[in-house]
């Protein structure tokens, strides 16, 4: 045979195999998520419903995959729908519950006078962060992050994040006090603007920045008065509508009482690195 044949196969295995490395991972899963899961499957957090199927274990290629994954195929007791139905592990769903039932839907109806019927979202994809061939894991590997691309109100709107983002400003200031507020949900929140690999979603996920649980990592930077507040119960006074042709939004709406979460007044402005 050809040696310049030879040499050139054997450089195509080489780099298969590197490439299958970096997909296929030889790594374990932290102990920490399996933790995470027992915990919150043992809390009853999650029950199962005509909108919450559990799946049996995924283990693996690697250390991709969850002790109790379930399909979801709608949020917020079945009153928010998913495009495509969501794998997730255990933690997140109660999570992104209360961040659609606290933030998303009382912005919708500050916004728009309406609620978020559907939203388009990701989940579960056994990959590296941003898809690459080698680096870490990412959290969608354990079904552990949640990406938002975009939402149908129950007027018929539709709205996608890559449009809204930089779109009208009745939608640049709903998704961005959906992003800013979700910053108090979740350890890691990105939106567009954070890098190039976010430009169309918001991605938002549990992941461990440091042994005690405690950095979070919300970017882009930006400077945003939220007008929800769900740690106070209520709206925040509306003194000036977003300008657009659309009907307007009036202060009225300031004292609607929210479910309890956790949020502040002030703007969020953290910005500690990293992509996921």
């Known amino acids: ?15 298969l195999l590197v490439a299958g490395c970096g997909l296929f991972r030889f790594d374990s899963r932290a102990p920490w998520r399996d933790e995470a899961e027992q915990k919150c499957l043992s809390s009853g ?14 283990d693996g ?14 949020l917020a007791e079945g009153s928010v729908a998913l495009k495509s139905k969501a794998t997730l592990a255990c933690p997140m769903i109660p999570v992104v519950d209360k961040w659609v039932e606290e933030v998303v839907q009382p912005a919708a109806k500050l916004y728009y006078g309406t609620r978020v019927a559907e939203l388009n979202a990701g989940s579960y994809s056994c990959r590296n962060q941003n898809n690459t061939w080698f680096g870490d894991a990412s959290e969608h590997a354990f079904g552990n992050a949640v990406d938002v691309m975009g939402f149908r109100f129950v007027d018929g709107r539709e709205m996608s ?54 950095r979070r990592i919300c970017k882009p930077k930006i400077q945003f008065a939220r007008k929800i507040d769900p740690k106070a119960n209520r709206l925040l006074a509306v003194t000036q509508p977003p300008a657009t042709d659309e009907p307007a939004v009036t202060g009225t ?14 703007a969020k ?8």
């Not at 045979?1 to 780099?15: E, I, N």
């Not at 402005?269 to 996921?276: E, F, N």
């Open 61 to 74: 290629p690697g250390a991709c995959g969850m002790l109790q994954p379930f399909r979801v195929s709608a």
């Open 253 to 266: 709406l300031q004292n609607t009482p929210l479910p309890q979460s956790v949020s502040t007044q002030e």
């Open 45 to 58: 957090q999650v029950q199962i419903t005509p909108a919450i199927e559990a799946s049996r274990e995924l």
């Open 161 to 214: 994040v890559v449009k809204g983002w930089k779109g009208q400003t009745r939608d640049q200031e709903f998704l961005r006090e959906i992003f800013v507020n979700a910053c108090d949900y979740f350890t890691t929140v990105l939106a567009p603007g954070s890098d190039a690999y976010h430009y169309n979603h918001i991605h938002m996920d549990l992941a461990r920045h440091d042994a005690y649980n405690q």
């Open 1 to 15: 045979m050809d040696t310049r044949l030879v040499k050139r196969l054997s450089a195509c295995a080489f780099l």
């Open 269 to 276: 402005t953290v910005d500690l690195g990293g992509v996921y």
